[in-house]
């Protein structure tokens, strides 16, 4: 889940005009001894804005 806003300027920022998404996603251990994850993300926004993301590793 995440929420925020972007901008050019740190003045565009605005609490009322925030930007929402949410999802989940799944997590295979692909090499146990480097601990090592092949990942896929599944992410769902305002006026239904979808994305898959597939990746190794971790996001963060």
């Known amino acids: 889940m995440g929420i925020g806003d972007v901008g050019n300027e740190i003045t565009d920022l605005s609490l ?6 949410f ?5 295979y251990l692909f090499n146990k001894k480097e601990n090592v994850n092949l ?14 993301y597939f990746g190794i590793e971790e996001a963060f």
């Open 16 to 21: 009322k005009e925030l930007k929402y998404s």
């Open 23 to 27: 999802g989940g996603g799944l997590r």
């Open 39 to 52: 990942r896929m993300d599944i992410g769902i926004g305002q006026d239904g804005n979808t994305g898959v």
